[in-house]
């Protein structure tokens, strides 16, 4: 999971909890639990909703600092930048002569 990601998340859970509507809080997590491949960034994930859910009242007034201090934490602790190590997967080549049973010569 990239940072933007894991930011929208954040925003999204932070809408959520301010609204006093923790299942949806619950389903953003689990959705993006569910969607992403790293074992830290699901940890931070999780402490994250643990946090914002334990002092959702004495945290209003300071929401910009909780978000930005909760980003730099995941990035600390490993969350990637996009495009960093990963690559994206090639796509076929749109030869008219070779398909993708690897006909053709």
Known sequence: MDSF?????????MLAVQFNENWLAFAVV????????????????????????????SLEPYWPFVFFGLVIFALIF???????????????????YSGLMGGGE
């Open 30 to 57: 689990a959705v993006t639990i569910l969607t992403m491949r790293s074992v830290s960034a699901t940890i931070i994930l999780v402490v994250a909703m643990a946090a914002l859910y334990m002092f959702r009242s």
């Open 78 to 96: 490993g969350v990637k930048q996009g495009g960093g190590g990963e690559q994206q997967p090639e796509y076929y080549s749109p030869d008219m």
């Open 5 to 13: 990601t894991f930011m929208i998340a954040l925003v999204l859970m």
